[in-house]
């Protein structure tokens, strides 16, 4: 994987939120390709419980400053970025003050899912792009993780499928079992559909669950992983009868060489 470019888009990472399963993997595997001599970067958003100050993030004003329009509504976008100890790794923050500013991820001190996630993950989604525009940075591919991330898929395929800076990069989505309870806002569709994206690529989006979310992103994708143990019977079906390449589920002994090889074989 040497000198690959890879970007790593995911709702969490360690060490700056706590350990889950996708926080962990979103750092693992970075790690794995970077000690390979891969190039990569990781996006996630700037949520109001990661402390600036122990983890160093620094605003980057040159890549700040523009707004995105999310259901036809300006929000500035703020651009951060860290990196991990150790490692050299560079982490990018997506920030905005009326998303990302509040002290939780996904919901309230009541365990009651913010009422704009939707709006929070299409905001996410095109804030990530457009910084990769600003960088010129070209990746090979974009390994996605988690539910927050999973609308950079359907915006890259069909929003961003005229920039020629993408014309190359494929998209690999892992799928977790970690998810959320309810629906996020009915209203999702008509946020997306005001982007110009085809109802055939978000027709599971009328009941924005976790599941529907999910088979929205893969369906979006070049390529699966499934990346937890205790997926629904029918989201595995779906991957598996999506006929995209998908690797199957394989534990911490084994993910390196399997994810390496599936890189090459199936998207490089």
């Known amino acids: 994987m040497k000198d690959k470019r890879i970007l790593y888009v995911s709702s969490e990472v360690v060490p700056y939120l706590a350990e889950n399963e996708v926080s962990l993997m979103s750092y693992d595997v970075p790690k794995m390709i970077?000690?390979?001599?891969?190039?990569?970067?990781?996006?996630?958003?700037?949520?109001g419980n990661i402390n600036e100050r122990r983890h160093q993030l620094h605003e980057v004003i040159r890549l700040s400053g523009?707004?995105?329009?999310?259901?036809?509504?300006?929000?500035?976008?703020?651009i951060k970025v860290a990196s991990i100890p150790k490692e050299r790794i560079q982490v990018y923050?997506?920030?905005n003050e009326e998303y990302f500013k509040r002290?939780?991820?996904?919901a309230d001190e009541?365990?009651?899912?913010?009422?704009?996630?939707?709006e929070r993950a299409i905001f996410f989604a095109k804030g990530v792009?457009?910084?990769?525009?600003k960088l010129n940075w070209v990746p090979d591919i974009i390994h996605?993780?988690?539910?927050?991330?999973?609308?950079?898929?359907?915006?890259?395929?069909?929003f961003y499928k005229n920039e020629a800076l993408f014309s190359d990069t494929k998209i690999v989505t892992s799928v977790y079992s970690q998810s959320f309870d309810g629906i996020l806002d009915a209203e999702m569709i008509n946020k997306v559909r005001f982007d110009g994206i085809p109802d055939e690529a978000i027709a599971e989006l009328e009941v924005p669950n976790y599941e529907n979310i999910m088979k929205t992103t893969v369906r979006n994708s070049d390529a699966v992983i499934i990346a937890s143990d205790g997926l629904s019977p029918?989201?595995?079906?779906?991957?598996?009868?999506?006929?995209?390449?998908?690797?199957p589920l394989k534990f911490k002994d084994e993910f390196s060489v399997a994810y390496t090889e599936f890189y090459q074989d199936m998207l490089l």
């Open 144 to 158: 996605v993780h988690g539910w927050m991330a999973a609308m950079l898929p359907v915006y890259m395929k069909h």
């Open 129 to 133: 792009v457009e910084t990769v525009k």
């Open 34 to 47: 970077n000690d390979q001599g891969g190039q990569i970067r990781i996006f996630m958003p700037r949520y």
């Open 93 to 95: 923050f997506i920030d």
């Open 66 to 78: 523009m707004n995105l329009v999310v259901n036809d509504l300006d929000m500035p976008l703020i």
């Open 110 to 118: 009541e365990g009651v899912m913010y009422p704009d996630n939707d």
């Open 103 to 106: 002290k939780a991820t996904f």
């Open 234 to 247: 029918s989201l595995t079906k779906f991957i598996e009868s999506s006929s995209k390449p998908f690797l």
